[in-house]
């Protein structure tokens, strides 16, 4: 009222200027605008809005691509911190952040950050000089490979065929020579091999060149990891008899893998091969050491590794040892948490998954040490996104897998994991030095993949159904949490 009164007595002067509608450019108000570029003060300034412009400024036409600090997504649950050992161990409480949920496709500058940090990184030496095959006769070789090269599966398919055809040089492996199933083969013929040693590291680096050449869940792979499993067995100090050689289980030593493994008292109409696994690490009749030795391994407690799969050798059990132990003098072996392939899981066709993906389970089992394929890496999804495990604990060119829930498979739930701690080993738990990262520059969200069913070339044990997603702690009817 008062400033109408004012402007209606400044018009009746005609001598004085007309009065300004908005602040002189030199005025506070217009200055400081001008040098923060308050998108406020812009906005309202601009004339009719319509649809298409507002939809380009909002943050979901970047969601495929994480921004260098703040992700175009939600922003995550916890705030993004410097790293610092506390936070680069990878068994944290800090939850999963909530990345984008349709990127099929990772950026080309996320792929360059993780390009650019791998470079980088320390390489593996390979098989260290423990765990080998005792000192047998040099027949002993050239019968092990004939064992290798004639098997036939109960199909009739000869899986040696695979292992052939893997050229004589890899990338990506800790030694440069080249190296071929014919050219073991030979040398073994003209007794080259000046030990059992040297023999069976030349096996087991052939091995793991079949395992990088051919990808994993393929016919050829599979392949691989049966002769592999073969092998280990003639290699061993009570090898089983034949030829011919023949195995319900593909050589593993457990009955049964993920989806089909039953734990001990189950009821009677369980579906499934019950007294496989476990509820908790059995302690029965065992003696724990602190590490086993196995083809140039060095296995301990919370180590990560791909174990042989009796139900599909081309999906090897990923899993954590919670224990190692020796039975008597000539069985050795290690107890492992088991986790699920999204492939042995049962879920809605509409959930996609990030590449690598995992699940805990509540399965614990016991695998002697011919079962042991190689040592990986699974991290919890916080760290995932947040650069790459540190030696010992990850080689580049090792497996690497990521998890972020549970599944329960008695009633087909997901159950998102909040806190790491509850599922690797009481033992490192608090440990500031388990699983510790090389961090990237900024935060990189793997890929998505869809429900690998929906391709139709998988197998389950798993299948297309619609369990029910829900937070840890929650209680689950008839099941554990």
């Not at 899986?159 to 890899?170: C, K, N, Q, R, W």
């Amino acid at each position: 009222m008062l400033k109408a009164m004012l402007e209606a007595e400044w018009k009746r002067r005609s001598s004085l200027p007309t009065p300004r509608s908005s602040p002189p450019p030199s005025s506070a108000q217009k200055t400081h605008s001008a040098s923060t570029g308050s998108k406020p003060i812009q906005k309202p300034a601009q004339p009719k809005a319509t649809s298409k412009p507002v939809l380009t400024l909002q943050p979901p036409a970047t969601a495929p691509t994480p921004g260098p600090s703040t992700p175009s997504a939600p922003a995550p649950k916890s705030p993004e911190q410097p790293s610092s050992p506390e936070m680069d161990v990878d068994i944290g409480g800090t939850p999963e952040p909530e990345g984008p949920s349709h990127d099929t496709t990772r950026d080309p500058e996320s792929d360059e950050i993780v390009q650019q940090l791998e470079k980088g990184l320390p390489r593996w030496e390979g098989f260290a000089d423990v765990g080998w095959m005792n000192e047998v006769d040099p027949n002993r070789h050239i019968e092990i490979l004939q064992a290798i090269s004639s098997y036939q599966d109960a199909y009739g398919v000869r899986p040696a065929a695979s292992l052939e055809t893997v050229p004589e040089e890899v990338a990506g492996l800790p030694f440069n020579f080249p190296l071929s199933f014919a050219l073991i083969q030979s040398r073994a013929q003209n007794r080259q091999y000046v030990s059992s040693q040297a023999f069976d590291r030349a096996m087991s680096e052939l091995f793991m060149m079949g395992r990088r050449h051919y990808e994993v869940g393929s016919e050829e792979y599979g392949h691989i990891l049966v002769l592999q499993r073969l092998y280990h067995a003639l290699a061993s100090s009570n090898p089983p008899a034949g030829p011919p050689f023949t195995s319900p289980t593909n050589f593993a030593a457990i009955r049964a893998g993920p989806g089909t493994a039953k734990p001990l008292h189950s009821s009677a109409d369980t579906e499934g091969i019950v007294g496989v696994t476990t509820y908790r690490v059995s302690t029965k009749d065992r003696e724990f050491v602190n590490e086993v030795h196995f083809k140039g391994w060095t296995l301990r407690l919370a180590d990560w590794v791909h174990m042989a799969n009796p139900d599909d050798p081309s999906r090897p059990i990923v899993g954590q040892i919670f224990r190692c132990y020796v039975w008597d003098a000539a069985t050795t072996g290690v107890t492992i948490a088991w986790y699920y392939r999204p492939e042995q899981t049962f879920h809605p066709a509409r959930r996609q998954f990030w590449e690598g993906k995992v699940f805990k389970t509540s399965h614990f089992a016991d695998h002697p040490l011919e079962d042991t394929i190689e040592k990986i890496a699974v991290q919890f999804t916080a760290r995932h996104i947040r650069g790459r495990p540190r030696p010992p604990f990850w080689y580049l060119g090792w497996p690497l897998y990521v998890c972020d829930s549970r599944y329960n498979d008695r009633e087909r739930i997901v159950l998102k994991i909040k806190n790491w701690k509850s599922c690797v080993p009481e033992e490192v738990r608090k440990s500031t030095e388990f699983m510790p990262i090389y961090p990237f520059e900024q935060t990189v969200y793997p890929r998505r993949f869809g429900s690998p069913f929906l391709t139709g070339r998988v197998r389950g044990p798993g299948g297309i159904a619609n369990p029910v997603e829900k937070a840890e702690g929650e209680k689950v009817e008839g099941g554990r949490t």
